[in-house]
């Protein structure tokens, strides 16, 4: 084994857990340190503590092993005191395991399970006698808030205590209270009695004068209450915690009612992960996250779906956060023994650990878990947890977050209060059926307090549409989704949460959508962290005080069209609006937004610049350039995935058979102001053959030639790679994945004067990788042909690879990604070149993973270096398949060995799906089942599907 050095926290996921393809490393990692503790010390106590490792962490200190953690959020530690010996060098190793455990939560969920010692790791030293740190990691004292009032504040302070010596000890424990300013208000002492070797609870009440309360982001006032344990005047143990007084409940009608007063409760979830990093983030990290929530000017936050670094519930408290922290618990309950003791674990952990936080109001204690999927002996687990929180924490409230839209369920009254994640307008529905189906729900149940725990829509920065519709993961259709959300959820009052899902992309390497794979990209801000999407500035518009004014669309900031909409969002009364130097005139700001319609923009360059005064009289400003160029754009789409377009030949692939020159136009997508020359196809009834033509006029007069070709069922159709070398490297061309499908499999004979006919997965040496091929709907794949990398480039090398298959699916909150199955698997390839594996699936998603090759590229003064990658991959299959007759999907020929009657050939063809038909057919009408089929017969079939239909016609011949 060849150990690698590294800094904690880390994990080892940092870069394949968002590459996509769902095939990130999950299984043991180690790590090891050679140490020495003080002679010193000897004599002394010593527990090592983790802030967090997932998902298994087992303990060992020379060679011993000490323990085992299961469970990837909470901080654990363990007791060392037997196995340290002070003033030896020794050798401690953790080994860390994030595979899927039936009996560890979660078993599924909706991110990226990044491994390793993730969070940081400390040792804790302590006396013969001290306070209890072996309490699910908890710091041993639990502050409890019996009585509040303007003139009194009465709290009782449990302690647990531990006495490891041979005798029985008094000691003195004091309780001192610090207001802000690090003053004494309130303080008690009192004398202890600690048995010989086990623990014990003490417990001290205590007051406090004027109590000054913890108010949300209103005013997140803290004490801080430190317990010390005394031997005389000596100093045995010390544990500082923070103390928040507060009030609050939850109305049906109202929402939170904080301290008396009612507080609108609207913020963001957010995962712990960053680009680069993973889920190994430095306090840094977390204070600036949470930075970015305050400016946002949010009330609350989600915790979600796990506990988070310690660090984060001190900026919770001292930001004013109200929190929302839950437990791991996601999708799946199993009904056993073991999981449900590893859950009841997780939650001891997440409330004793937390429980002196001020800021957290509420215990989550599964998210998306539907009781129509569920029997009743995960229901008794659910029950369960919701007891020993209401027991260990009967101060605090527990809530679910429900999956969308089961409202009425029994999931729905499990917890003192309950939200939703909703979707409408993403996965389901418009954005407008949220609130009819909102107030649906509070009139069926009046009495039941229930919020928002998710709602989102994905977008990258730079996708963007003149004509925003949902699931385009647009700049511009986020922004409407949230305008739309937003303002119908602040008109009812009666939602006691509103959370944002998400206020940060994140990974999920399973996903593969809007502009990359591995990133679920509904957050506000992008997963480095460097761009505040447009809807950030909406929400701040909304709930932050500080002045905003923003221009939206700026990264959309080239442009076609001769006129747009500006859209600002604001909190200012008015802004003017000025256009190259130019004023338009002032509008005013209605609901945070100013809409000016239909702006003319000149050719070239547009400055565009909006002004308004805040109620102070300061003036602010906000600018951007977008450039108009000329409307050529010529590059058709398929208007619903039955065609495939090749941009870069000007062909069309795919199209239905017997599609005439009338029906061209409803399966093509043109460009804005594009027409189509059809004059060259010939009349409306013809029918269209390979080779003939057709033109497409941009808005400008420019004119493309399109030509109808024919080809596998791979050619022009949409690809994803995890990975793909958009540019040049050192002489060599750009090898973009689109090169796998473009029906080349020819290998180029001089790389100097050809343009790459090659997929590349990045630059040299950055590893394996994987593409996925949209074949537009469910066919039946009889082979795959694939064509490596050209020998001239390399070595003649191997590729060890998999080919997986996924049907068609539609979308849901719960099902957002393809379910894949291996269809062939070539981990020990030796064939060079090209490779040709039957299939035999039928699926609308071929994934080819290149799990490792040896193809290899040496260029001087830099070394040789491995390739990934591919010049082909060719798909054949169709509507229809047989596992009796040999069919030609390339030629569209089915052999037949003997004549057979039309009933008979029926019985030996079987089509994709419900929605398919089979007809044979001669000389244009259908043939009768007792009819025998010859060679001037054809067998035609058809797949209906919402966009379209498909057809192909297959002809006839004998093999006697």
């Known amino acids: 084994m060849e150990w690698q050095a590294v800094d904690l926290p880390h994990t080892w996921n940092a870069r394949d857990g968002y590459s996509g393809g769902n095939d990130y490393f999950r299984g043991d990692g180690w790590y090891r340190k050679t140490f020495r503790v003080d ?38 530690r363990f007791d060392l005191s037997e196995y340290l010996r002070p003033g030896e060098t020794q050798q401690l190793a953790v080994k860390v395991n994030n595979e899927r455990h039936t009996d560890v939560a979660p078993l599924s969920a909706d991110y990226t399970f990044f491994g390793g010692i993730y969070r940081d790791v400390k040792l804790l030293v302590t006396g013969r006698e001290h306070i209890e740190v072996m309490d699910c990691a908890s710091p041993g004292i639990f502050l409890q808030q019996k009585n509040l009032s303007e003139r009194l504040a009465r709290l009782q302070v449990q302690v647990k205590l531990v006495n490891h010596s041979t005798e029985t000890l008094e000691r003195q424990l004091r309780i001192e209270i610090a207001g802000a300013d690090d003053r004494l208000v309130a303080h008690r002492e009192q004398t202890v009695v600690l048995p010989a070797g086990c623990g014990s609870m003490e417990s001290i009440a205590i007051e406090i004068e004027n109590p000054h309360r913890w108010d949300g982001i209103r005013d997140p006032y803290l004490y801080a209450a430190t317990v010390s344990l005394l031997d005389g005047d000596s100093l045995a143990d010390r544990v500082r915690q923070p103390l928040g007084l507060r009030e609050f409940r939850v109305d049906a009608d109202k929402g939170l009612l904080l301290n008396g007063r009612h507080y609108d409760l609207f913020g963001v979830s957010r995962h712990q992960d960053v680009e680069g990093k993973g889920w190994a983030l430095t306090e840094a990290d977390h204070r600036r996250d949470f930075d970015m ?22 900026l919770m408290d001292e930001m004013g956060f109200v929190t929302w922290a839950e437990i791991p618990l996601v999708n799946e309950v199993p009904p056993t023994e073991a999981f449900e003791r590893n859950v009841r674990g997780q939650l001891l952990e997440l409330i004793r650990q937390n429980y002196n936080h001020p800021s957290i109001f509420f215990w989550g204690l599964c998210n998306e878990v539907s009781f129509s999927e569920i029997g009743k002996d995960s229901l008794r687990i659910l029950s369960g947890l919701q007891e020993l929180a209401r027991s260990e924490d009967p101060g605090r409230l527990t809530t679910n977050a429900v999956l969308g839209r089961c409202d009425g369920e029994d999931i729905w009254f499990l917890t003192d209060i309950v939200a939703e994640n909703v979707y409408f307008g993403w996965y389901y529905d418009s954005v407008e059926d949220f609130g009819p189906w909102a107030d649906r729900a509070r009139g069926t149940y009046p009495q039941r307090a229930f919020g ?10 730079g996708i963007h549409a003149e004509e925003p519709r949902a699931g385009d993961h647009s700049e511009e259709y986020q922004n409407l989704y949230h305008e739309r959300s937003w303002l119908q959820m602040r008109q009812r009052p009666y939602l006691w949460s509103k959370f944002i899902w998400n206020m940060f992309d994140f990974a999920v390497d399973g996903r593969d959508e809007g502009e990359r794979p591995g990133i679920n990209d509904k957050g506000l801000v992008t997963y480095d962290r460097k761009t505040r999407k447009d809807s950030f500035y909406w929400y701040k518009a909304n709930w932050s005080r500080e002045p905003v004014l923003y221009i939206t669309s700026r990264r959309f900031d080239v442009r076609k069209r001769p006129t747009t909409d500006i859209k600002i969002y604001s909190n200012l009364a008015t802004v003017e609006l000025l256009v190259n130097g130019r004023s338009l005139g002032a509008r005013a700001v209605q609901d945070c937004r100013a809409v000016f319609p239909a702006i003319e923009l000149a050719m070239g360059d547009n400055h565009i610049e909006v002004r308004g005064l805040d109620r102070d009289g300061n003036g602010h400003s906000d600018r951007v350039c977008w450039q108009r160029i000329e409307n050529d754009d010529t590059d058709i789409a398929a208007s619903n995935g039955i065609i495939g377009v090749d941009l870069e030949n000007h062909r069309v692939y ?35 053959r390979r080779g003939d033509r057709f033109s497409v006029v941009a ?5 493309r030639e399109y030509t109808v070709e024919e080809g596998a069922l791979s050619v022009a159709r949409p690809v994803r790679a995890n990975m793909q070398m958009l540019h040049g490297i050192l002489g060599y061309p750009a090898a973009p994945a689109v090169k796998v499908v473009d029906g080349n499999d020819r290998f180029p004979l001089e ?30 794949v009889q082979r795959l042909d694939c064509a490596w990398l050209p020998p001239l480039l390399t070595d003649n090398g191997v590729a060890m690879y998999t080919v997986e298959m996924a049907r068609d699916l539609e979308q849901s909150e719960l099902v957002f990604t393809e379910s894949y199955t291996t269809v062939v698997d070539r981990r020990a390839n030796r064939e060079p070149l090209r490779t040709s594996d039957m299939v035999g699936h039928i699926g609308r998603f071929v994934r080819v993973n290149i799990l490792d090759s040896s193809y290899k590229l040496d260029i001087p003064s830099f070394g040789s270096f491995r390739l990934f990658g591919a010049t082909q991959f060719r798909v054949s299959g169709g509507l229809l398949y047989s596992e009796q007759l040999s069919i030609d999907y390339e030629s569209r020929n089915i052999a037949l060995p003997n004549p057979l009657s039309v009933a008979e050939l029926r019985e030996r063809l079987k089509t994709i799906g419900e929605n398919s038909q089979l007809f044979v057919e001669r000389g244009g009408k259908s043939a009768g089942d007792k009819a025998l089929i010859s060679e001037d017969c054809g067998v035609l079939v058809t797949s209906r599907r919402k966009d379209g239909l498909r057809r192909e016609r297959y002809r006839i011949s004998f093999n006697i």
């Open 39 to 76: 002679q010193s010390l000897a004599g002394r106590r010593f527990y090592i503590h983790f802030d967090g490792a997932n998902l298994i962490a087992d303990l060992y200190l020379d060679g011993r092993h000490v323990g085992q953690h299961r469970g990837g959020y909470g901080a654990f």
């Open 293 to 314: 929530v305050g400016e946002l000017g949010a009330s609350a936050v989600r915790l979600a779906h796990y506990p988070q670094a310690p660090c984060v519930y001190d």
């Open 452 to 461: 928002i725990s998710e709602y989102g829509a994905g977008a990258g920065i």
């Open 654 to 688: 795919h199209l239905p058979y017997g599609t005439s020159v009338a029906e061209l136009p409803a399966l093509i997508k043109l460009p804005h102001g594009a027409s189509l020359d059809l004059s060259r196809a010939g009349v409306a009834e013809k029918i269209l």
């Open 699 to 703: 808005a400008n007069g420019h004119r």
């Open 751 to 780: 790389l100097e004067t050809h343009r790459a006919s090659f997929w590349l997965t990045g630059d040299p040496n950055e590893g394996s990788g994987h593409i996925r091929i949209d074949l537009g709907a469910d066919y039946f």
